[in-house]
């Protein structure tokens, strides 16, 4: 496998704790988000706009937290009631002991007993594609305080709107992931390359090339990913096809400008 | 075709259509800087006095062709419409007067009166016999001093003889001046000339004073110096470049002017400043000329 093939893996889009790198921004919603489990709140709430990194962040905080801190992830929505409630239920009690015919009412019943005596923390990922009565037995639950909810929510207008309905009362804490700035982008690209061992890939990158990949990217993470991975495909054809056209010392505006057309943030 | 390298082709045209508006913006920059720099040369130059120099070289009676050059004409021809509408008659004595003295400006090609322009002609004639007399004196002093010498005889002849003519009206004079021999006519011719001569400066100024034409303020120099008045040539020339200081003309007739009051040292030192600010031929030559001299 070419050098720039193994860079595209680097790139592909993909939530896991290794993927997350700590930019002094994430590094700082880390901490906040650390910060509010350990605050008796009912409900948190973290939105962005896709690909600003929330589902990462909440990996990295359910990989780092989870054996201390009674912390659970449902990183993809449950839309059946039934199975919601039982994916809960194992969360505070054992697996073993559901009840076959668990209902919401029951499973209420059962957290209220549990009140003052039970907590735990439960992350929920992609809130937004939860149907509004869901959203509204997830709010009643967390009354109980036995579950305490990390909702992470896309944000849209609508779903700011679902999000004031909902939780208006019950947040204690907010938490907006933004784009990255130029020096987000750049430390973003170093670092997931060193963190590689691409020393010598990351200082190829100047600080042209990094403007342009933000002008493109506006520094979404997923789109910088994106970008990423074309720019290495296209260095992968030069380099096994025409190698003369490619530098080993610096990346070419002109190949950032055809991966940005290949990916139509530009149009010819 | 593989994929990439169609993205390449792509890629060309989008840098060529991103390019095409700077280029645009850049060629139309370059056009209007060009027409602005044009405008400003036509603007600067002297093309009227170039004109009107070849004119005054060539015929006196010809018409200007330049703009500003026909209103000075105008202006002068205003002038001396008083003197003109009065002395109908000294006109007509003094062509033929001046057809007797200057044989060889009728062989001019444009010297010879077009009969429906023949009033505003002998109007004209005054003044571009003054300013023949003038081209005399630039090519050669000699004669300048010969004829003021004569002049100066004349006139002393005149103002023993004159009390009649001065005294005289018009008709009178002309009546005389036909009647009289050469001398007398030449007499008379030259008494016209000069006080025409003198109020045609005067209003030049005039206008200036009101105007402040560069370009009136250079003709006015370069009348001056061909005058041999190169003192006041002087003060004009910088008159006018303090107007308009790219003005090619204005440098020039400074330094033609301190040249021929024997300060060759300052005329060189400002063609070279000229020289090192715009590039003329003519400068050049005449620096090369004075240096060549010195």
């Known amino acids: 496998m070419s050098r720039y093939r193994q860079l595209q893996n680097i790139f592909i889009d993909r939530i896991e704790v290794n993927q997350y790198i700590g930019l002094d921004t994430s590094i ?34 359910y990989h780092d937290a989870k054996d201390k801190r009674n912390v659970f992830l449902i990183s993809t929505p449950i839309q059946k009631e039934e199975e919601f409630i039982k994916k809960l ?15 919401y009412n029951r499973f209420i019943d059962i957290c209220n007993a549990l009140k003052e005596k039970k907590h735990v923390t439960v992350l929920l990922d992609e809130a937004q594609l939860y149907p509004s009565g869901m959203m509204e037995k997830i709010r009643l639950i967390s009354d109980t305080r036995v579950i305490k909810f990390v909702v992470s929510l896309h944000k849209t207008e609508k779903e700011d709107l679902i999000a004031k309905e909902h939780f208006q009362s019950r ?35 100047s600080n042209s090339n990094i403007r342009l990949i933000h002008r493109f990217t506006k520094g979404n993470y997923r789109e910088i990913n994106k970008l990423m991975f074309t720019l290495f495909e296209i260095y992968d054809y030069y380099e096994t096809n025409k190698p003369s056209k490619i530098s080993d010392t610096k990346i070419k505006n002109k190949y950032i400008e055809m991966s940005a057309l290949k990916l139509g943030y530009i149009h010819a | 075709m593989h994929e990439i390298e169609k993205l390449e082709k792509e890629w060309r045209r989008y840098k060529s259509k991103k390019r095409a508006p700077l280029l645009i913006a850049l060629s139309v920059a370059i056009f209007f800087a060009g027409g602005y720099l044009a405008l400003q040369n036509s603007g600067t130059t002297f093309d009227a006095l170039d004109v009107k120099n070849e004119y005054l070289k060539k015929s006196g ?99 023993k003889k004159a009390a009649p003519v001065k005294k005289s009206d018009d008709t009178q004079n002309g009546e005389k001046m036909a009647a009289n021999e050469d001398e007398n006519v030449k007499v008379s011719t030259l008494q016209i000339k000069s006080s025409k001569t003198n109020n045609t400066l005067e209003y030049l100024i005039g206008r200036f004073n009101e105007k402040r034409d560069p370009k009136l303020a250079s003709y006015i120099a370069q009348s001056y110096y061909k005058k041999g008045n190169y003192n006041e040539a002087a003060r004009w020339s910088v008159i006018a470049n303090s107007l308009d200081p790219s003005s090619e003309e204005s440098w020039l007739t400074f330094a033609r002017s301190k040249a021929k009051m024997g300060q060759k040292e300052d005329a060189i030192k400002a063609l070279k400043v000229y020289l090192n600010q715009y590039s003329s031929k003519k400068v050049k030559s005449f620096l090369h000329s004075l240096e060549a001299g010195r």
């Open chain 1, 171 to 205: 947040i204690w804490e907010t938490i907006e992931l933004k784009n990255g700035t130029i020096h987000d982008t750049r430390m973003y690209i170093q670092k997931k390359l060193i963190h590689h061992n691409y020393f010598e890939i990351a200082n190829m990158f």
């Open chain 1, 28 to 61: 700082l919603f880390y901490n906040k988000l650390l910060e509010s489990i350990r605050k008796p709140l009912k409900m948190i709430l973290l939105y962005g706009r896709p690909g600003t990194g929330k589902s990462v962040l909440i990996n990295k905080i």
């Open chain 2, 61 to 159: 009676d010809e018409a200007p062709k330049n703009h500003s050059a026909k209103d000075i004409y105008e202006s002068e021809r205003d002038s001396l419409n008083e003197s003109e509408e009065k002395t109908e008659n000294i006109t007509r004595a003094e062509s033929t007067i001046v057809q007797k003295e200057k044989p060889s400006s009728a062989d001019t090609p444009k010297q010879p009166l077009v009969p429906e322009e023949s009033e505003k002609s002998v109007v004209l004639n005054p003044d571009t016999d003054f300013l023949d007399s003038i081209s005399s004196t630039k090519s050669n002093n000699k004669p300048q001093k010969h004829a003021k010498a004569a002049e100066s005889v004349k006139h002393e002849r005149v103002s």
């Open chain 1, 89 to 103: 239920y194992s969360f505070i009690l054992p697996e073993s002991t559901i009840p076959e015919d668990l209902t």
